[in-house]
């Protein structure tokens, strides 16, 4: 079978190809993909290449396809594992696997890793180990760009359940948030910083009394605050608090404040950035956590730490780096249960937009580049729809759906586009 996709080279090379598909073994999966939402990490992957921790030092000889933030269906099942898939199964994939496991090296995964598997393709051969290590999760939901969007989600369940803290007198770490405790989440109004708004307010286990999310973009807070109201957080115990630091004459010093002078218990920070860390550290409270989330592109990123509160204020520091099994079931079966990540989408596209998207994701505004394989399509706001309604009909029907829904991608949107794609 045939496949079209996007594939890395090495640093900088990236191209948009069709090719040949080897036929299954019987412990593989054939899969047709349907969506796929645009990574920053896959821009760090194109500019690092065989640099990058993920990337096999050969993929200028065996390329590999990129995307790792994929769903789709089922289409041939290996003998292996027809007890447990069947085709037409519809499906999302944890990339990140058991690295001791792993066949291709140290933090390989799909859409880094293997050439014959990644998001942006129309067809992908799953390999063995995918399913061995149970990293092949059935999705039961309806439309496919939510179980697209599950891994980013388990990205910042993961990072919520890594954060830790102590037990005076003891040296026992209890992992998780504090129940009713306050927490920052730095640079929070780009699209993780709103999944992680989103599921903290969702969240039926545990929820901060205080939820103080920082931006210096105006428009980006006024955009989070339209689509997670404090009104709805309010409703569920959380005191959220949308907060333009690029107004504060000293944002480390005004945002204590806001926690009543204490500081916070957890503290997210989604930019790589010297100063925001430095701002982060300062901000903590006795015991707290800071979670260094954002991954920086630069192996020598540094930033200075108090090691004099590590020392009698106990705080302490976390990194997480995607999430695990757990936390894409979670983010699953959060989205069965109601939680819609619409609000993280901001552009469409097709498979045809991938290369391009992906060398300017840094310059383009929004949120996240979702992508649906198997159509041609310009990489699309949802908000200009409207503007190309006068000469495409489609576009003029998706500006209607998407104004119904509060401006935001839907299951409806969706359909609509597979079903009528050819057309645009």
Not at 15 to 36: C, G, H, M
Not at 192 to 218: C, F, K
Not at 289 to 294: D, M, R, S, V, Y
Not at 382 to 387: D, L, N, Q
């Amino acid at each position: 079978m045939k496949t079209k996709a996007v594939r890395l080279y090495g640093k900088n090379d990236l191209r948009l190809e069709e090719f040949e598909l080897p036929q299954i073994k019987d412990n593989e999966i054939l899969a047709k993909v349907v969506s796929d939402s645009l990574c920053m990490s896959s821009y760090k992957a194109l500019t690092q290449g065989a640099d990058h921790k993920r990337i096999p030092n050969n993929v200028a000889e065996n390329p590999i396809i990129i995307g790792h933030e994929f769903a789709g269906v089922l289409v041939e099942v290996g003998g292996k594992w027809a007890h447990k898939f069947k085709a037409g199964d519809k499906f999302s994939i944890q990339p990140a696997l058991n690295y001791e496991k792993a066949p291709v090296g140290v933090l390989s995964a799909p859409g880094y890793s293997y050439p014959y598997i990644g998001g942006d393709a129309t067809c992908v051969i799953i390999p063995n180990e995918v399913m061995e290590q149970d990293c092949l999760l059935p999705y039961r939901g309806e439309g496919f760009y939510p179980a697209s969007l599950s891994e980013p989600l388990s990205c910042v369940i993961g990072a919520m359940h890594a954060s830790y803290h102590i037990t005076q007198g003891s040296y026992i770490h209890n992992m998780e948030i504090v129940d009713g405790g306050k927490m920052a989440i730095l640079a929070g109004a780009g699209p993780m910083g709103l999944a992680a708004v989103n599921y903290v307010i969702r969240r039926e286990d545990r929820r901060p009394s205080l939820l103080v999310v920082t931006d210096v973009d105006q428009t980006r807070l006024d955009r989070a605050a339209l689509l997670y109201a404090v009104e709805t957080a309010a409703r569920a115990g959380v005191d959220l608090r949308y907060i333009n630091t690029a107004k504060m004459e000293n944002p480390a010093e005004e945002l204590k404040a806001i926690s009543g002078g204490e500081g916070y218990n957890d503290v997210f920070v989604f930019a790589p950035v010297k100063a925001l860390v430095e701002q982060g550290d300062a901000i903590l409270g006795f015991d707290g956590c800071l979670n260094f989330f954002a991954g920086p592109g630069d192996p020598d990123f540094s930033a200075m730490m108090n090691f004099y509160n590590v020392h009698y204020g106990y705080t302490h520091i976390a990194g997480t780096s995607g999430g695990n099994n757990n936390d894409m079931v979670e983010a699953l079966d959060l989205m069965g249960k109601g939680l819609d990540p619409a609000g993280l989408v901001t552009h469409v596209g097709g498979l045809n937009a991938v290369v391009e998207a992906t060398k300017h994701l840094p310059e383009i505004p929004g949120g996240k580049k979702l992508i649906y394989t198997h159509i041609e399509m310009p990489l699309t706001p949802i908000s200009g729809f409207a503007k190309l309604a006068g000469t495409n009909p489609v576009c003029k029907k998706l500006a209607e759906i998407c104004d119904r829904n509060n401006g935001l991608w839907s299951v409806e949107a969706e359909s609509y586009l597979l079903e009528n794609a050819d057309k645009l």
